[in-house]
């Protein structure tokens, strides 16, 4: 015989339970997302500038500071090319696509991103394209083809600057919460 008992019918899930990561993740206006960009873009840079300062001036003349055995030092290089010293030769392509992106990020950010964790990628990303682009145009031997500098050492590495920090942890952080399915808007 058959059993024709009623099971009761499951509770009806409730909006919030249906709705993904991306749906209810926070949005922002235009206004306030800019603002979040220019004002962590001024903070890095202003981190940046401040720590390449104290680098010309505390490690000049071959000063090495040796913080962690001989696995961090800091040490000034004046570096002609882009990561690693890779295209010494090319530094006025380096400034030129530094420009590029300075501009097209900011033109693009105004348009697309309204999300506070993109905001913040975008923000930390522009000081560190700013911090350098400042170095190719500010910094010996001549306007487009100045030198980056470059003081913090890891053993084995690469020899990198704040700007470079900056640049490394947007990208990072935009590969992952892009592949977590989190869209500027």
């Known amino acids: 015989m058959e059993d024709t008992s009623e099971t009761p019918a499951p509770a009806p899930a409730s909006p919030a339970s249906l709705a993904s990561?991306?749906?209810?993740?926070?949005?922002?206006?235009?206004?306030?997302?800019?603002?979040?960009?220019?004002?962590l873009m001024v903070v890095g840079l202003g981190l940046d500038q401040l720590t390449k300062w104290w680098a010309e001036t505390a490690l000049g003349q071959g000063r090495v500071v040796s913080l962690i055995d001989d696995w961090l030092v800091l040490r000034l290089v004046r570096n002609p090319g882009a990561a690693f010293s890779l295209g010494e030769s090319f530094t006025y392509v380096f400034t030129l696509l530094a420009l590029i992106v300075l501009v097209a990020a900011w033109w693009w950010s105004a348009r697309a991103v309204r999300r506070p964790v993109w905001a913040a990628l975008i923000g930390v990303g522009l000081a560190g394209v700013t911090g350098n682009l400042i170095d190719r145009l500010?910094?010996?031997?001549?306007?487009?083809?100045?030198?980056?500098?470059?003081f913090i050492s890891l053993r084995y590495f690469a020899t990198f600057n704040v700007a470079d920090i900056c640049l490394t942890v947007a990208a990072a952080g935009l590969v992952i919460?892009?592949?977590?399915g989190i869209g500027p808007r």
């Open 21 to 39: 990561p991306v749906k209810t993740a926070r949005t922002w206006s235009r206004r306030r997302a800019l603002s979040l960009i220019g004002c």
């Open 138 to 150: 500010c910094q010996p031997p001549g306007v487009g083809r100045g030198h980056v500098i470059d």
């Open 177 to 180: 919460i892009s592949f977590r």
